[in-house]
């Protein structure tokens, strides 16, 4: 009988053992982020400030073509609360590895990018865009409120959605785009000023909100355009997997990139390594100036180890589920409202890690089969900001 065998079967002392190797990695995982983040908080004091600060960063965001880019380039990194232009372009080379990887048939790539489409260029693409658009259109508002805006919000909801349901091709790449600028981003605009800033709530609920309304509509529309048709689905193809500590720590660090799609723990590091060098050049450029970015990993690897060691046999059962989601929501939104305290770090993710797996999956079973399921995760991430945000500030 092999290990997994007597794992399935529920021998008491290798399940205990197994359960003992989670825990110990998942412990690991969080006490070496937590302590990195403490010296990482320690050695900026002393370093030179190479990189302008966030506020003069935004300020110049429209002023000419290379700092426009630059920050369109931010956008990428918005899911997750770090705004770092250079955290982009670490997420985007260590895409880049994983797809080659992939393609390659390389152990090393991680999970398979984009859930082994072989879409994550035209993901890539179409969100890229999307993100442009959405600057180019809506970008005035910046400069006109003199506050930050969800420009970003197609880069992680409508165009990559779209892709990975309706396939590869300029035509789809190009539609996804469109409608993600055209759609998402001005809901965002008007909950976000409209609703959450006259209400002091936070701006993720109007971000995250706009992403699930917004994809309703395009997907709607999507049938009614002749060029959009889904093709047939590929057949699944599961490879047995041992959800042992190694896996543990590795989906922990792949769900810091589900957010546009990616699902990639090499995508997670080139993210992580880019915005941390971002801190180290300037601590008040990522993370919106806050000087938070410290505290928003540490808040961020403890909602995702919490999750994915609460509902590792979910993961089992389904082959995927969303334990990102406490990530790229409740987790940085508690630090980013309410500093770097006990229950933003902790409370605060631990509710999430809780909370909101469960609810997307469950409102995502409710779908219909013609939509994608992750609308059931960014829902599931307003009702959470609604709840959990609010109860933190009480204490």
């Not at 990482?40 to 400030?49: D, I, V, Y």
């Not at 971000?207 to 049938?223: D, E, K, N």
């Not at 960014?378 to 109860?391: D, N």
Request: net charge positive; aromatic share 10%.
């Amino acid at each position: 009988m092999t290990r997994r065998t007597e794992e399935i079967a529920g021998t008491p002392t290798v399940t205990a053992s197994a359960l003992t190797a989670r825990l110990a990695a998942a412990t690991a995982l969080v006490g070496v982020t937590a302590l990195s983040a403490w010296l990482l908080a320690r050695a900026t004091g002393s370093l030179p400030h190479l990189l302008p600060d966030y506020a003069q960063w935004q300020d110049q965001a429209y002023r000419t073509v290379p700092q426009f880019l630059r920050w369109c380039l931010g956008d990428l990194t918005e899911a997750q609360f770090y705004k770092s232009g250079i955290g982009a372009l670490g997420l985007l080379a260590g895409a880049w590895l994983a797809h080659r990887g992939w393609r390659a048939g390389k152990r090393w790539a991680g999970f398979p990018i984009c859930g082994g489409s072989g879409l994550w260029p035209w993901v890539l693409a179409s969100a890229s865009l999307g993100v442009l658009l959405s600057n180019l259109v809506w970008g005035a508002s910046i400069p006109a409120t003199g506050a930050w805006q969800p420009t970003f919000v197609p880069f992680v909801s409508v165009p990559p959605a779209i892709v990975l349901v309706y396939g590869a091709g300029t035509a789809v790449a190009l539609t996804g785009a469109v409608l993600g600028a055209l759609l998402t981003t001005p809901i965002a605009l008007l909950i976000v000023n409209l609703v959450c800033y006259p209400l002091h709530l936070p701006a993720v609920i109007g971000s995250v909100t706009s992403m699930w309304i917004g994809a309703l509509l395009a997907f709607g529309l999507c049938r009614h355009l002749p060029w959009m048709r889904r093709p047939a689905p590929a057949p699944a193809m599961a490879a047995p997997v041992h959800h042992g500590p190694v896996w543990v720590v590795r989906r922990v660090l792949a769900d810091f990139t589900e957010a546009p799609f990616y699902g990639n723990e090499l995508a997670t590091l080139g993210l992580v390594a880019g915005t941390v060098l971002s801190y180290l050049l300037n601590p008040a450029t990522p993370a919106y100036g806050s000087g938070l970015l410290p505290a928003m990993l540490t808040a961020q690897t403890l909602a995702a180890t919490v999750a994915v060691l609460v509902y590792r046999r979910c993961w089992a059962r389904h082959g995927w589920y969303p334990t990102f989601v406490p990530v790229v929501s409740v987790a940085p939104a508690a630090v980013l409202a309410y500093g770097a305290t006990v229950p933003a770090i902790v409370l605060g993710p631990v509710l999430g890690a809780l909370a909101g797996p469960p609810l997307a999956a469950a409102i995502a079973r409710r779908l219909p089969a013609s939509l994608p399921p992750f609308i059931g995760c960014v829902a599931a991430m307003t009702v959470c900001g609604l709840a959990i945000l609010p109860l933190l500030g009480l204490l």
